[in-house]
């Protein structure tokens, strides 16, 4: 199993991405997975790759609605060549208030979008590796003007992976038509919810486009729980409590709960937020269901829970490092105990 670092402080200044790349090499990683929220994650992933030697770099996920093809083209083609090879071009639509009031771009039907911004990427790359013609043309984008003085030309690694950050149906349909590697969200990581609603929906779009499922690779995502003893664990349990009772109050992260039967969960959420009812989040969702959505175990046992749950249903897994260096050591084992199933 492939194993991703995390960034998971999204105000990380970009001055500390290239020590935080370094250490998540020296532990043995396989890849880091950099965001996009307050900073550009092109940048992140920029400051990454120049600062290691043998990590994969992937974006998860650039925004790609509040970009033209044609530039984060430019950007991964770049980034790609720099690296030797190393980079993945992850790509997420954000939501329509987003899109349309953060970033000022236009907002259509998000999965047609995706596969259609893809279509185009890939159709660029292949014009600027062969010098063929550059002629694009879908519902959502048509990209025909190409001339030479422009053209970066071929570079030795021209198969850029694309991942794709899926959270609903749809979005993992086109994923299984067009991506190479789908980046689960932590709210929709449950291993059940991966196997029994993700998989199918995968192989649909991967078959109605004549491909190969297997040839996908699904990056889970949950929130795992550990550290170097139960007070460790504990911890980073209560954190992932609070992050996820404030996310699943969101309609658009629904989904998994409502697949374990916990929709009204959801509801009763989204109802508190609405009428302000902040302190009454946490009662909400249980012990139980942590159980299910947040892995917990000390670093000496939690590769061994993470692999029960995920081995055969995922290629790869994100797990975030440790917060104290000083555990880097032990944490290393853990690592090589994932890579190693």
């Known amino acids: 199993m492939k194993v991703y670092a995390s960034i998971d402080d999204i105000q990380l200044p970009l001055a500390a991405i290239p020590a935080h790349a370094r250490r998540a090499e020296a532990l043995g990683y396989d890849g880091l997975i950099v965001p996009e929220a307050v900073h550009d994650g092109i940048l992140y992933a920029l400051l990454a790759l120049e600062h290691t030697e043998r990590i994969r770099v992937t974006t998860g996920v650039v925004v790609a609605f509040a970009r033209s093809p044609m530039l984060l083209a430019q950007d991964a083609w770049g980034l790609q060549a720099l690296s030797g090879g190393r ?3 992850g790509l997420g639509p954000q ?3 987003n899109v349309v009031r953060r970033f000022g771009m236009p907002w259509s039907a998000p999965a047609p979008r995706m596969r259609d911004y893809v279509g185009a990427l890939r159709a660029i790359f292949e014009c600027w590796q062969t010098g063929g013609k550059l002629d694009y043309h879908s519902e959502s984008y048509s990209i025909d003007r190409m001339q030479p003085f422009f ?6 690694h021209p198969r850029i992976p694309i991942a ?3 959270v609903g149906p749809r979005m993992t349909k086109v ?9 689960a969200h932590p709210t929709n990581s449950s291993a059940a919810y991966l196997r029994e609603v993700m998989h199918p929906k995968l192989a649909e779009g ?3 486009a ?3 499922p297997a040839g ?3 990056i889970a995502n949950p929130m795992t729980a550990t550290g170097p003893d139960a007070g460790g664990v504990a911890a980073e349990r209560k954190a992932a409590h609070e992050v996820l009772t404030f996310t699943y109050s969101t309609p658009a992260y629904r989904a998994s709960l409502d697949h374990h039967g916990w929709g009204h969960v959801h509801e009763g959420l989204l109802r508190c937020t609405r009428e302000g009812r902040w302190g009454e989040m946490a009662e909400l969702l249980t012990d139980e269901m942590l159980d299910v959505l947040v892995p917990s175990a000390p670093f000496e046992a939690v590769a061994d829970v993470l692999l029960e749950r995920y081995a055969g249903v995922a290629q790869g897994i994100s797990l975030r490092m440790p917060k104290d260096p000083s555990h880097d050591l032990a944490f290393a084992k853990v690592v090589e105990r994932l890579q190693a199933a």
């Open 87 to 89: 980079f993945e071009l």
């Open 95 to 97: 939501v329509k208030g």
């Open 151 to 156: 053209s970066p030309g071929p570079i030795d």
């Open 164 to 166: 794709l950050g899926a």
């Open 175 to 183: 994923a299984g038509e067009v991506a190479d590697v789908v980046i």
């Open 206 to 208: 991967a078959e109605s």
């Open 210 to 212: 004549g491909r190969d």
């Open 216 to 218: 996908i690779r699904l």
